[in-house]
């Protein structure tokens, strides 16, 4: 059974920082595009960032790239999220997910099977 669990997310202040964190276990993690998603309250599940199997290739949404820093480590099958210079807008709760099929890239939700709970971001201005 694959599992994901998030943490890192709390309450900071505009311009301020934050890492996200996300550990999969029940899965051959390494083999995988990992990606971060995000949902703020009445709207639709946005893709955030991603990163293919071998880290090598990462990708963002407009709106994050410069500031948001997406990472692996494949030994402890863990994936992160480092977020600065944070802004109101990124108040969402964010989920880690796993691609489908191994070595696929993809920002659809849609190509993504297995999920985290979900952490809170809120940035206060």
């Known amino acids: 059974q694959v599992q994901l669990a998030e943490s890192g997310g709390g309450l900071v202040q505009a311009g301020g920082s934050l890492r996200l964190s996300c550990t999969v276990s029940?899965?051959?993690?390494?083999?995988?595009?990992m990606a971060w998603f995000r949902q703020a309250p009445g709207k639709e599940r946005e893709f955030v960032a991603g990163?293919?199997?071998?880290?090598?290739?990462?990708y963002y949404r407009d709106s994050v790239k410069g500031r948001f820093t997406i990472s692996r480590d494949n030994a402890k099958n863990s994936v992160y999220l480092q977020m600065d210079s944070l802004k109101p807008e990124d108040t969402a709760t964010y989920y880690c997910?796993?691609?489908?099929?191994?070595?696929?890239?993809?920002?659809?939700?849609?190509?993504?099977?297995?999920w985290g709970q979900g952490t809170q971001v809120t940035v206060s201005s």
């Open positions: 997910a796993v691609h489908d099929r191994p070595i696929r890239v993809s920002k659809t939700a849609a190509d993504f099977g297995s």
């Open positions: 029940g899965h051959t993690f390494r083999n995988y595009t």
């Open positions: 990163i293919n199997w071998s880290g090598s290739v990462t």
